[in-house]
């Protein structure tokens, strides 16, 4: 039995907040309507608060997981298939033991009458927002099998734009770990050898060659306050970025740099097209479908921009006048081609072109960024060595020029 925060509200309309410990969200819906109250809004509780930051990787299911479970689920459903005896195969099948896990839970919620959706919406860190709520809609309308499709090619394009860029960044990434391992190596190897040498010769040793001696003894020596503090920097990061105010600053750095941000504004387009194409040809309404993308975009201010959007679209607006106040994060071809979708009545149809167009140039961009980079990283390279190896050769030509 799980614990939930929740919103209701009582007869006269009035918002309470409060918790209560339910098995899910109807049994937690029927203890409230025992008090006279609504269930607006339910949220499941951590269980350690202690650790309330995020850890990469960990009680994640991947998304190639995810892919192959919605893939197979359609496969098994258009067979003719039961949903629940389908979730079961498919929880035999996974080797990730969360998903499994998850799939197990959602049969038996199935088994006692709450809908598939219902079940899902327990799992708000599995299932994103679009994969619910486009479940719901396909259960309103009868079309599983076909919003399942449209689902399973959704994951497919998110999965190939994120290996298109976790490609264009190994290659750096490499170089830059292996740029540190050298250092390091030099710094705890060579250069003590080295600073002997130079304190039995007794030589006046230059700023710089005191500066890289000094970092070599500090690395040696308090080795464990290097690791420590490492280790306390990238969990202090990881939980600023995850905070409002750092997710801000960070998305805001990626959108100022140069070569990062060019791509991002094309992932973040491929991706909102992407996204209301399968939400517009799932039949969800388009003021609907805009609050679903901007709750699953990463970057908050296209996130900002699409609620916006959404708000002027609300009011009469067409959405292609709605993001012409955003120029500067959607490519004006966006733009354009969701006028022309407006004007000729297929909008879904046009938001799949445009969506191909950016995921093709998605994957041009992120190849010319390592072609990009290998110079900049050369630089680096070079200079590091090169301040390195003057540091150290300086005292040499020291001494012999005062022999």
Do not use: C
Not at 30 to 49: F, I, P, Q
Not at 219 to 229: N, P, Q, R
Not at 299 to 305: Q, R, S
């Amino acid at each position: 039995m799980a614990k939930y925060k929740y919103r209701a509200k009582n007869i006269k309309g009035k918002e309470i907040k409060g918790a209560e410990k339910a098995t899910n969200k109807r049994e937690l819906a029927k203890k409230l309507k025992e008090k006279k109250l609504t269930l607006v809004k339910a949220t499941k509780k951590s269980k350690n608060k202690a650790f309330n930051f995020a850890i990469p990787f960990i009680g994640k299911v991947p998304l190639t997981e995810k892919m192959m479970f919605t893939r197979n689920l359609q496969v098994m459903i258009s067979a003719g298939l039961s949903l629940t005896k389908s979730l079961r195969i498919l929880s035999d099948q996974t080797e990730n033991k969360k998903l499994s896990q998850i799939l197990d839970d959602v049969v038996e919620s199935l088994k006692k009458g709450d809908s598939f959706s219902s079940t899902l919406d327990e799992y708000p860190n599995i299932f994103s927002n679009l994969y619910r709520n486009m479940i719901k809609v396909a259960e309103e309308a009868g079309s599983l099998e076909e919003v399942l499709t449209i689902l399973a090619n959704q994951l497919e394009k998110n999965h190939s734009l994120k290996e298109e860029i976790k490609n264009a960044l190994i290659y750096p990434v490499i170089i830059i770990l292996a740029m540190i391992g050298i250092g390091i190596a030099m710094l705890i190897i060579v250069v003590p050898s080295l600073a002997a040498t130079f304190e039995d010769l007794g030589i006046q040793l230059p700023l710089t060659t005191r500066f890289v001696i000094g970092l070599a003894n500090f690395i040696i020596e308090k080795w464990y306050i290097v690791v420590t503090g490492l280790i306390v920097l990238f969990f202090a990061l990881n939980s600023y970025i995850n905070t409002k105010v750092g997710r801000k600053v960070w998305d805001k750095m990626l959108l100022k740099t140069p070569l990062i941000n060019s791509i991002i504004r094309k992932v973040n387009a491929a991706y909102t097209t992407r996204t209301l194409h399968s939400l517009l040809g799932s039949g969800v309404p388009i003021i609907r479908s805009l609050e679903i993308v901007s709750g699953t975009v990463n970057n908050v201010y296209f996130k900002i921009a699409l609620q916006k959007a959404g708000k002027r679209v609300r009011k009469g607006e067409n959405l292609s006048s709605a993001l012409e106040k955003y120029a500067d994060l959607y490519p004006t071809m966006v733009i354009q081609m969701i006028r022309v979708g407006e004007e000729t009545g297929k909008t879904s149809q046009i938001l799949e072109k445009v969506a191909l167009f950016f995921e093709e140039e998605v994957k041009n961009s992120t190849q010319n960024l390592a072609a990009a980079l290998e110079p900049i990283l050369m630089i680096i390279i070079g200079a590091t060595v090169g301040f390195f190896a003057i540091s150290m050769i300086q005292p040499m030509y020291s001494m012999l020029g005062g022999l």
